[in-house]
Nanobody
Framework: QVQLVESGGGLVQAGGSLRLSCAAS????????MGWFRQAPGKEREFVVV????????DYADSVKGRFTISRDNAKKAVYLQMNSLKPEDTAVYYC????????????????WGQGTQVTVSS
């Protein structure tokens, strides 16, 4: 089993930055792929980025490519999302996710999900 807890959300102005963190416990962290998804009010959950267990493979949604960066520290059992040049359309609840394969996490079929952290970007 894997438990995930997100933190780092908040209110920022457009053009600003935030760094989200996701702390994991349970299953050996180094064996799972991790990802970030987001959901805005009234909208469907949206893929943001995924990273492989080793950290060697990443895949970003076109909407965040060049602005967001995912990283992981397996020793600390944590994954991070550095968000720069934030836009109002980035406003959403951000969820971290974990699963055995990059493909399943990427496709929204992660086995484990955190409770989410709110990110609000004002214009």
């Amino acid at each position: 089993q894997v438990q995930l807890v997100e933190s780092g959300g908040g209110l920022v102005q457009a053009g600003g930055s935030l760094r989200l963190s996701c702390a994991a416990s349970g299953r050996p962290f180094s064996s799972v792929a991790m990802g970030w998804f987001r959901q805005a009010p009234g909208k469907e959950r949206e893929f943001v980025v995924v990273i492989s267990a080793s950290g060697g493979i990443t895949d970003y949604a076109d909407s965040v490519k060049g602005r967001f960066t995912i990283s992981r520290d397996n020793a600390k059992k944590a994954v991070y999302l550095q968000m720069n040049s934030l836009k109002p359309e980035d406003t959403a609840v951000y969820y971290c996710a974990a699963g055995p394969l990059v493909a399943t996490v990427r496709g929204g079929f992660a086995e484990y999900w955190g409770q989410g952290t709110q990110v609000t970007v004002s214009s």
